[in-house]
């Protein structure tokens, strides 16, 4: 069965998968990029290579999202997946089911802050980004460079940041990880999303493993990284993924009119989440 790491863009997605790979993935807690692969991608293209050729059909894919996820369970071993993906039901299809799903890690950040991250790692301006996070049709696909035959260009469903929250937390297995939680207190969210995936997975854990995931995680050490080696995930090589982190502070970047859009449109969310 699958634990999913699911988060709209842009909202902490990469770090929590540092952490899980650093937690369940090595003895002693130090993180490196290779260790990413250990919590892969869904969609991705190998996984659906058997039903379809036509990643940028939208229809075809979300028939193809459960027995896609069948055959990577055919080996009754849990595994640990990134997506994007909405837990949504399209045109019939279930993203996922409880066949499937053994629980869920969502990890959710202030859509404020997650607007500038949008601009920067999507090369859009602040409305555009805006305009983003409010689009409930919004998908993710290269459709651009029809050369991009990566992996990872295949149709994704996001909706808008509110649907995509909605839709992950009726999950009946969950915990949520608030991207804003990690940043003040991130000990005691390693510790809330180790004892969840123990539920599942055996691995070691002690006090030296979790300093070295605290130290080898942080943003300063991610970003240093991309400095030195690259990485892979970014968008192209002129756009760093690990861009502001911590110092992202939507009241000093984004016009008030596109902070009221947000708020007006995504109140009972964030109440409910506690940003507002």
Known sequence: MI????SYPKSGNTWVRAIIASLVYSKNGIFNFDMLRKVSLFPKRFYFKDFISDYSDLKKISQYWI??????NSDGKLKIYKTHNGNY???GNDFTNKKNTAGVIYIVRDPRNVIASISNHYQLNLQESVNF????????????????????????LLGS????????KISSNSILIRYED???????EIKKISDFI??????EINNEKIQNILKSTSFEKLKAMEEKEGFEEASSSDVKFFNLGPKNNWKNTIDKKLIYIIEKNFSKEMEEIGYI
């Open 89 to 91: 039901n399209f045109l």
């Open 182 to 188: 990690l940043l003040t207190n991130t000990k005691l």
């Open 133 to 156: 996070l409010l689009d409930e049709k919004r998908f993710l696909y290269n459709k651009n460079d029809p050369n991009d035959l990566s992996e990872e260009n295949i149709i994704t």
């Open 198 to 203: 123990k539920k599942y997975i055996d691995f």
């Open 3 to 6: 634990i999913w790491c699911a």
């Open 161 to 168: 940041w509110k649907s995509h929250y909605n839709s992950w």
């Open 67 to 72: 027995n896609a996820q069948e055959k990577i």
